[in-house]
């Protein structure tokens, strides 16, 4: 029924990957998080420079900003860095290429604007042993002749089984056998798509997003990623014209990686991120979340008190302005607050969670806080 380039996009599109530290159970059934939950103990100043090191590792990894200067780097994590460390990295990007691949569906002729209709193709038209994608979509606006207007509340659900996509980013030769093997299902529903233009870079709309028990193994590794939750988000600007803005929100959402033998695996609540890249190279983040993850040993509060900014993500690595909250165990808390030039970062302590700083304005660089 749909067009089978749209629906290969669309599969093709789903590079998840995992974020956490140490182990956590899970199946393709069905995808929960069980690591610590219980909030993380702030007893120290030691302990929470580590903890404010790990969190603002996740947030200012400079691959994630760096590698596609197109996209927004999402704070909370879908990778995991070589030292094991959580990284926040690219549900953004994801996000966005995987709508634009939806966007690219090429409904059949005989779709019926207002009717839900699904089909189920095979993953490769060519090789009926790679697995199925079932599609499942409802377009408000549609005709033969103008063919699709996005309209809010357009939906677009994908099944995968057992569905394999080769990676065609190998070298030559390419191996026939090395790709992605996808199972579990995602749907995305448009929300607001009043300046939606098919034709820009990055279409300015929202749409509300869901991912049940999406898993993707490689093939090649032998390494496997797990997503499952749900959020909204949505995109404007295009990053050279006008600042490019992704926001992120949502209630729950599990992601799980697992590589040599070891699965990591985090869990999200009560999300709400708001990141903007300048047409300028700059870079801001204002994000709002509690994370619980083995990485960190339990969950912790992260609030920002005003946005961290990098001036230039080409040049610094790490915010020149902004502040955040960590908040653990028994209301202890540690702030962290950027410095103008973008090295030093000042944190004040309240490690009995009485609401009153007793140790403040310690400088230390960014570095030395990750190490």
């Not at 209709?117 to 033969?144: E, I, K, M, R």
Request: contains cysteine.
């Amino acid at each position: 029924m749909f067009k089978q380039a749209g629906i290969s996009l669309i599969s093709a599109s789903l590079l998840l990957a995992g974020c956490g530290g140490g182990s956590s159970s899970t199946s393709d059934s069905g995808l929960t998080y069980d690591g610590p939950t219980a909030a993380v103990v702030i007893s120290s100043t030691t302990e929470a420079d580590t903890l404010a090191g790990t969190i603002m590792s996740m947030e200012t990894d400079s691959s994630s900003l760096l590698g596609d200067a197109t996209s927004l780097a999402m704070g909370v994590s879908v990778s995991s860095d070589a030292s094991g460390s959580i990284d926040l990295d690219s549900i953004g990007d994801i996000t966005r290429r995987l709508s634009k691949r939806v966007i690219a569906i090429e409904p059949s002729p005989t779709m019926l604007a207002g009717v839900t209709q699904t089909s189920t193709d095979q993953c490769d038209p060519y090789n009926s042993s790679v697995g199925s994608v079932t599609a499942t979509v409802t377009l408000s606006n549609y005709n033969d002749v103008d063919g699709w207007t996005p309209t809010n509340g357009d939906s677009f659900s994908m099944r995968f089984s057992n569905c394999f996509m080769l990676d065609l980013a190998q070298s030559a030769p390419v191996d026939p056998n090395v790709g992605e093997l996808l199972n579990g299902s995602m749907s995305l529903v448009f929300t607001d798509v009043s300046l939606f233009n098919p034709a820009a870079i990055n279409p300015a709309f929202s749409a509300s997003y869901s991912f049940s028990n999406i898993s993707a193994l490689s093939t090649g590794t032998g390494d496997k990623d797990w997503l499952h939750g749900g959020f909204t988000a949505s995109f404007s600007g295009d990053g050279t014209t006008t600042p490019l803005q992704f926001t992120f929100s949502g209630s729950s959402l599990i992601v799980q990686h697992l590589s040599g033998g070891i699965t990591e695996s985090a869990q999200l609540s009560s999300f709400s991120f708001v990141d903007i890249a300048g047409t300028d190279n700059s870079f801001s983040f204002d994000h709002d979340y509690t994370i619980a993850s083995t990485e960190i040993g339990g969950s912790v509060t992260v609030d920002t008190v005003s946005a961290f900014v990098i001036p230039d993500i080409y040049i610094y690595t790490y915010p020149n302005s902004g502040q955040i909250i960590v908040t653990g165990a028994n209301n202890a808390k540690v702030s962290l607050t950027a410095q103008a030039n973008g090295v030093d970062v000042l944190l004040d302590y309240d490690l009995d969670g009485d609401g009153t700083y007793e140790t403040v304005n310690v400088q230390t660089t960014w570095f030395a806080l990750q190490q």
